[in-house]
């Protein structure tokens, strides 16, 4: 396979990825265009399985926690309708807005979002003390934030109204890096997922951010709400790849597995402290 090839070459490939990766790529709608830069597609014919334990992640999930924390995925976006990967802070922190479809994504995930934090609520036996937000800087994560975050004010948790919350912009819940990827066709994620499943430090060879990188970023915003909250629920509005990767670490399941655990524009889940059951069922990789 030649390094670059026209995105009218990749047709067939794309069409034997698994239900799973299309529809929460495309939302399975049909893309309005393909980048003119498409990279050379992975074509494994085989399950991918995961490495030895020397490409393991090293970095342990927290002991306890003082908070219960959710992850929201952003709402379909210009990116996702132009089947493109836009992971450079340069260009995802300016453009790459929701579509409307991605807008409508974003406000109705506020009742899911209410919903699982009230399953936490019944879970514990009590109320939250606060309840708080923080989201990617990029536009389309921003943007399903305000939307979200909008929708959920009038809302009721135990009676009472969540009230007006706004999200805290941090960097360490950023897009994935895709390296040498950015900008190309969204089918080139085969390129890096199967080397993810092997070794939690590859850059899969085009100088992608490897799996641990993401982990140790996240694990630092963790690591600094839990010093500065207590009994909050808190809300991340992020990216695919970073969400599940932060919540396959999380549960304590072999984080390069994450791939497998694929969220949809506007989903919400729990993310939930050393308890691989609460991962969704698993759609493993067959390229």
């Not at 995105?7 to 698994?18: D, E, F, K, M, N």
């Not at 924390?69 to 493109?84: C, M, Q, T």
């Not at 089918?187 to 850059?203: H, I």
């Amino acid at each position: 396979v030649s390094a670059f090839q026209s995105p009218a070459l990749v047709g067939p490939i794309y069409q034997q990825l698994s239900s799973c990766v299309c529809s929460s790529l495309h939302d399975s709608r049909p893309a309005a265009r393909s980048s003119s830069r498409a990279v050379g597609l992975c074509t494994m014919s085989t399950p991918v399985a995961v490495g030895d334990s020397d490409g393991a992640c090293r970095i342990a999930i927290p002991a306890s926690l003082s908070n219960t924390y959710f992850a929201v995925r952003h709402g379909h976006a210009v990116n996702n309708l132009e089947s493109i990967i836009s992971s450079s802070p340069d260009v995802g922190t300016k453009i790459h807005p929701l579509t409307e479809l991605g807008k409508e994504q974003a406000a109705e995930s506020s009742s899911a979002l209410c919903a699982a934090i009230q399953t936490a609520v019944v879970k514990r036996g009590k109320a939250f003390a606060h309840i708080l937000a923080f989201t990617s800087d990029f536009t389309r994560a921003r943007e399903t934030s305000v939307f979200c975050l909008n929708a959920l004010a009038p809302l009721c948790l135990d009676g009472k109204e969540v009230g007006h919350i706004e999200a805290v912009l941090t960097t360490e819940l950023r897009e994935r890096w895709f390296g040498d990827l950015d900008d190309t066709i969204v089918t080139n994620y085969n390129m890096v997922w199967p080397s993810d499943m092997k070794d939690a430090r590859s850059d899969a060879g085009y100088k992608c951010e490897p799996v641990e990188k993401v982990v140790e970023r996240v694990h630092s915003l963790i690591a600094r709400l839990e010093a500065e909250h207590q009994d909050t629920a808190i809300a991340f509005f992020s990216h695919a790849d970073t969400v599940q990767i932060l919540q396959t670490w999380m549960s304590g399941a072999d984080v390069r597995t994450f791939s497998q655990f694929r969220f949809k524009n506007g989903e919400v889940r729990e993310l939930v402290l050393n308890d691989p059951e609460s991962l969704p069922c698993p759609q493993p990789l067959d390229l």
